[in-house]
């Protein structure tokens, strides 16, 4: 009770700050007890707090072999000073956490605190937390991009830069031959992820952004920022997992229910290429009819290619189709993904040796089979970030479509000011998709703020585009995601 008691300061600015801050800017602001400040001020740390311990004094953390009654991550992070997942995780809501998630979570915290110094690899493709800060110390910023993570994400793995250019997929790599998957394992919505990564069906935020790298040939940034979001909307912020598919037992919910990137609203929406809408049912199987619409859509406006001309007319089509007969239909702020889809075919999947032609032989085995084609090469330049931008650019504004939800059979339209100029709208629509990602952690506001700082906000400024600025809450309201925030102005970096 003691331990507790001397806790309650910080559990009251937490609360009505709803964000991870410096430990230097907790004891400024006089919240931290003062024997707990004047250790971290002489760089004792925290150390264990955990309710077994007897006394007022705090204890440091000693390295105890896992299962000893020492064995508890520290509330302070010791890389960056800030409070550590475990500490600030303990002060939001966790309602549906179960007992072997927290223990998960927990011995993930441990492995990454506990790493042996002769045991960081800075050379490796995912990088540990002390991997990282070490890359940093020694050749600057990750990737060009990223500095060392901190506070939420500070025991999260990320992926190196990896090289990227003309290669044969997955040519004779024994770990990333087709196979069908078993009755234990799952697929997603998205094939190119079906096809490479892990046949599990759970990936990891490092291992889905190698993996993309890695078989399709895209840039780092890209890579970091389709994986973020990919944890961001379904997984579990801690431990970096998350499930192709919907909630699954392998993926802790240590911040709340860890729901997969299946779930309908962000990467899973109406309108798509080959699902149906969710208010038809199914929204999970491959649905033919929608691919021999965009089939036909190639041969009438792509010359027989899955290029921008045929998708520009099959996502307006698809869209227009979706708002007139779905009783249920939503094209919210999430209306990033239905041309980031639609490019990420165009784009990076033709065979590398003609990488202008994304034709059938080369296209349809990714969405058919959920394999690649024979003897295919990945691009040999790298799709990067403002290459996607550009793509989705080009497509949306092409035939705009109006944003907002079918309620009662009337289409209302969401009052939003969507920009018109192509250097602006993508980045636009990516920062409102990031806006309405959160999927774990009730509000969201401590985990969105901490990936928009440390991953987006890096990963945009490199395209001259300031995410936060595109993005301005509101409270109250009746816009798309329960009024709870919606995008109402834009600005750009000079």
């Known amino acids: ?176 031959q087709y196979k069908a998957p078993d009755s234990t394992e799952k697929r997603g919505l998205c094939p190119t992820l079906n096809t490479y990564i892990d046949r599990s069906g759970i990936t990891t935020f490092a291992e889905a952004a190698n993996a993309i790298q890695e078989a399709y040939s895209i840039s780092f940034d890209l890579a970091v920022g389709l994986s973020a979001l990919g944890l961001l909307a379904g997984g579990d912020i801690i431990t970096g997992k998350y499930s192709l598919g919907g909630q699954d037992p392998r993926v802790p919910n240590t911040l709340g229910p860890a729901l997969g990137i299946n779930r309908h609203g962000l990467f899973e929406l109406d309108g798509s290429i080959s699902r149906s809408d969710a208010g038809f049912g199914d929204n999970h199987s491959f649905n033919q009819t929608k691919w021999d619409a965009l089939v036909d859509d190639t041969k009438k406006y792509g010359g027989g290619l899955f290029n921008l001309e045929a998708f520009k007319r099959n996502a307006a089509t698809q869209i227009e189709a979706s708002r007139n007969t779905n009783p249920t239909y939503t094209n919210g702020p999430n209306f990033f993904v239905n041309y980031a889809t639609r490019a990420l075919t165009a784009r990076p999947l033709p065979n ?77 629509a990516f920062a409102a998709l990031v806006d309405v990602a959160p999927g774990q952690v009730s509000g969201g506001i401590q985990v969105l703020n901490a ?11 490199s395209v001259k585009c300031d995410i936060d600025e595109f993005s301005k809450r509101q409270q109250g309201g009746s816009g798309i995601n329960g009024g709870r925030r919606s995008v109402t102005s834009y600005s750009r970096e000079a």
Request: with cysteine.
């Open 1 to 176: 009770m003691v331990q507790i008691l001397r806790l309650l300061p910080l559990v009251g600015f937490v609360s009505a700050a709803m964000a991870a801050c410096p430990m230097a800017e907790l004891t400024r602001r006089g919240n931290v007890p003062a024997d707990i400040a004047a250790r971290y001020h002489a760089g004792l740390g925290l150390g264990d707090l955990s309710a077994d311990k007897r006394g007022d004094a705090p204890v440091e953390r000693a390295q105890a072999p896992p299962g000893s009654h020492n064995d508890q991550p520290p509330l302070l992070d010791p890389l960056s000073g800030i409070l550590s997942p475990l500490g600030l995780g303990g002060l939001t809501p966790r309602s549906d956490a179960l007992p072997e998630h927290l223990e998960m979570q927990r011995r993930h915290i441990l492995e990454r605190l506990n790493e042996r110094d002769e045991d960081v690899d800075i050379d490796a493709r995912v990088l540990t937390p002390k991997a990282q800060k070490r890359h940093f110390e020694e050749r600057g910023l990750i990737g060009g991009l990223l500095q060392p993570l901190q506070g939420l994400l500070a025991h999260l793995d990320i992926p190196a830069p990896y090289e990227t250019g003309l290669k044969a997929i997955p040519g004779n790599d024994p770990d990333h």
């Open 352 to 428: 590398g040796t003609a990488p202008n032609t994304p034709d059938y032989a080369n296209v349809a085995p990714f969405f058919l089979e959920e394999k690649f084609p024979e003897n295919w090469f990945r691009i040999p330049n790298a799709y990067s970030l403002v290459d996607l931008l550009g793509d989705v650019a080009s497509l949306l504004l092409f035939k705009p479509q109006p944003l907002g939800e079918t309620h009662n059979g009337r289409f209302v339209p969401l009052e939003v000011n969507v920009p018109t100029l192509p250097e602006d709208v993508a980045c636009f």
């Open 451 to 461: 990936i928009k700082d440390q991953l987006f906000a890096p990963l945009f400024k």
